[in-house]
């Protein structure tokens, strides 16, 4: 079982090293976190500065790590609300991501400043429009490789040439986005009455203009253009504790599709004392997504007061699941958010 594993990992490892090499022709997508509600500024730039006038995310991801070395992944971001007083008013957002994934320390670092503007439409809706510009470099160690030329038939020998064509270990480019966002939000999420009716549904496209990706510096090895939708709602059970959150994501990006639905149940464990400010609000959610033919996802978060911390875990579904016994990876996400999302806003078309 030992080898078997072993052997499937340098497989894994072998075949996303082929990928990344290659280009993307054979299968380009990005990388993403399975919380998707917890990377709202990645997923669409029109979020900037929408529901809150600051925010700031933490996420990390360890996938893979039953099988070879771990995929590492970390993201941060940070978006503001821009003229606050004004009821047309902007959206500044910060985000940037880190990935290393394999023995061949194939890692990503990407760096992009988006901004939004936010017009309400009525007294309970407004509509967002987003850009998005940044960098996004990629670098490779392949001297941490070994390939089948360099085995003499007893033994493993670095020193016998691979045979494999000459690759630079860096390269990089500029990377476009866009997004528009619709929200709609009625009452707060208050024990005594919690029949909040919220509604948010979005589009986005990144990479437009196609840039070259790869590490032979081939042109005709170009990044395909994402399109991502998504959808989350909050629905208040009347005179109860419980706030349904369903939601979606799709991606669509060359050849590859993803779809992600998922539904939390939150329970308002205690809400804040309207006059001392001494009792902070707190809550629990429990559910899971499920990402077609690839993986349920169980997540759990804690919320208290401006603060959110969330934990998931994929569990692999997919017919590499004979390898890792299910075994996929696991995610945590930190939040910060002000005002508090159990705060009722100031003025209107602000949920």
């Not at 099988?67 to 978006?79: C, E, G, M």
């Not at 320390?105 to 400043?113: K, S, W």
């Not at 539904?263 to 959610?285: C, D, R, V, W």
Request: hydrophobic share 35%; with cysteine; proline share 4%.
């Amino acid at each position: 079982m030992k080898n078997k594993k072993s052997i499937s990992g340098k497989l894994v490892c072998i075949c996303f090293f082929i990928a990344m090499m290659a280009g993307v022709s054979a299968s380009a997508q990005d990388f993403h976190f399975s919380q998707f509600d917890e990377t709202p500024v990645q997923l669409n730039p029109s979020n900037c500065g929408v529901h809150h006038e600051i925010q700031l995310i933490a996420n990390y991801k360890n996938q893979w790590q039953s099988i070879a070395s771990p995929f590492k992944t970390f993201a941060l971001s940070f978006d503001t609300r821009l003229l606050k007083r004004k009821k047309k008013h902007l959206g500044l957002g910060f985000d940037f991501l880190n990935d290393k994934a394999g023995d061949a320390a194939v890692a990503t670092n990407q760096f992009n400043v988006s901004l939004s503007g936010i017009i309400p439409v009525s007294r309970k809706s407004l509509i967002s429009g987003g850009l998005t510009v940044g960098y996004s470099s990629h670098t490779i160690n392949t001297s941490a490789l070994s390939w089948g030329n360099q085995y003499n038939g007893m033994n493993y020998q670095p020193s016998i040439a691979s045979g494999e064509p000459v690759a630079v270990d860096n390269f990089g480019y500029v990377d476009l986005g866009a997004g528009i966002n619709f929200s709609y939000g009625t009452d707060e999420m208050y024990i005594s009455a919690n029949d909040t009716r919220k509604v948010n549904i979005g589009i986005s496209v990144f990479h437009p203009h196609q840039p070259v990706y790869s590490f032979y510096g081939d042109a005709s090895s170009k990044l395909y253009t994402k399109f991502v939708l998504n959808g989350n709602a909050a629905i208040g059970m009347k005179n109860t504790n419980l706030v349904l959150k369903p939601s979606y994501i799709v991606f669509i990006q060359g050849p590859t599709k993803e779809i992600t639905p998922g539904m939390m149940f939150q329970y308002i464990l205690q809400e804040s004392s309207k006059y001392t400010g001494n009792k902070k609000p707190a809550a629990l959610s429990i559910g899971g997504y499920y990402r077609f033919r690839d993986a349920f996802i169980p997540v759990v978060k804690f919320e208290y007061a401006n603060y959110e911390i969330g934990f998931s875990y994929d569990v692999n579904l997919s017919q590499l699941k004979t390898v890792t016994t299910t075994r996929g990876g696991f995610e945590i996400s930190l939040r910060f958010v002000a005002p508090s999302a159990f705060t009722k806003p100031r003025t209107e078309a602000r949920f």
